[in-house]
C-alpha cells in the first residue's frame, strides 16, 4: 500500500533562517506529488505540486521542493522563513486516477522571533 | 469566490450519540471529499462524490458512519453511534473534477467524551 512518510513532527527554527521539511514517499510508478499547509484554524490549502517534468518546483511563499527518485524523497524548503510561516505542513501523495490523496502525519513548523 | 463551508464548527458529544456534520462546496464543484484527521495523524479519505454517486468509500467505517449528497451540492456526514476513537477534524474538499488539488474547509472539530 502507498505510504508517506515525514520524518520530522516538529521544526522549530528562527525567523530569516532557511528550513527543510522532510517528506519520503513509496510509490514506485507514476508519482504524483503535494505539499499542502495549515494554518490555524484554516482549511489545507496547496503550496506546490510536482506531476511530472523539472525535478525542481516552487510553489507560494517562496517555497520549493525536489522530487529525487533514487531516494524517495521530496522535501520542501524556504531558504528564509518568516513567522507568517508558522504552520501544520503535509506531503501527498496521489493514488489512482481519481484525485485520492495519500497523506504524511504532518510536520509543525514553529518560526521564533 | 466564496470557499467550501462547514458546520459546525466544533462538537462535544457522548458515546454511543449521534453527530451530523454539514458541507457546502465550491459553487459548481461536482467532487466532494470528506476526509478524518485524527490529531498526529494526515488527512484520511473516508468517501469521494462525484456529483451525487459514490466514487469511492473503501476506508468509510460503514457500521457507523454515512454520508449523502443527495442533490450533487451539500453533503452530510453521519456517525451513529459515536465511539471515543471517533474524535478527530472531519474536513470537506471540494474540486471541479476528480483531482489532487483539492480546495479545503476549516474542519470540524469532533470531541467524543
Known amino acids: 500500500a502507498q505510504s508517506v512518510t515525514q520524518l520530522d513532527s516538529q521544526v522549530p527554527v528562527f525567523e530569516e533562517a532557511p528550513v527543510e521539511l522532510r517528506c519520503n514517499y513509496s510509490?514506485?510508478?507514476?508519482?504524483?506529488l503535494f505539499w499542502y499547509v495549515q494554518y490555524p484554524n484554516q482549511g489545507l490549502q496547496l503550496l506546490l505540486k510536482?506531476?511530472?517534468?523539472?525535478?525542481l518546483v516552487k510553489g507560494i511563499n517562496g517555497f520549493e521542493a525536489e522530487f529525487n527518485k533514487s531516494q524517495t524523497s521530496f522535501h520542501l524548503r524556504k531558504p528564509s522563513v518568516h513567522i507568517s510561516d508558522t504552520a501544520e505542513y503535509f506531503c501527498a501523495e496521489g493514488s489512482g486516477n481519481t484525485g485520492k490523496l495519500i497523506f504524511g502525519q504532518g510536520t509543525t513548523l514553529q518560526v521564533k522571533p | 469566490e466564496a470557499g467550501v463551508a462547514q458546520s459546525p464548527r466544533y462538537k462535544i458529544i457522548e458515546k454511543r450519540q449521534s453527530v451530523a456534520f454539514w458541507c457546502n462546496p465550491i459553487s459548481g464543484h461536482a467532487t466532494l471529499y470528506w476526509y478524518q484527521q485524527i490529531l498526529g495523524q494526515g488527512p484520511k479519505l473516508l468517501i469521494q462524490f462525484q456529483n451525487n454517486g459514490v466514487v469511492d468509500d473503501s476506508q468509510l467505517p460503514k457500521d457507523r458512519f454515512s454520508a449523502e449528497r443527495l442533490k450533487g451540492v451539500d453533503s452530510t456526514l453521519k456517525i451513529q453511534p459515536a465511539k471515543l476513537e471517533d474524535s478527530a477534524v472531519y474536513l470537506c474538499?471540494?474540486?471541479?473534477?476528480?483531482?489532487?488539488?483539492?480546495?479545503f474547509g476549516p474542519g470540524t472539530r469532533l470531541t467524543v467524551t
Open positions: 474538499a471540494s474540486s471541479l473534477v476528480p483531482t489532487y488539488e483539492q480546495y
Open positions: 510509490s514506485s510508478v507514476s508519482v504524483y
Open positions: 510536482y506531476l511530472s517534468g523539472s525535478t
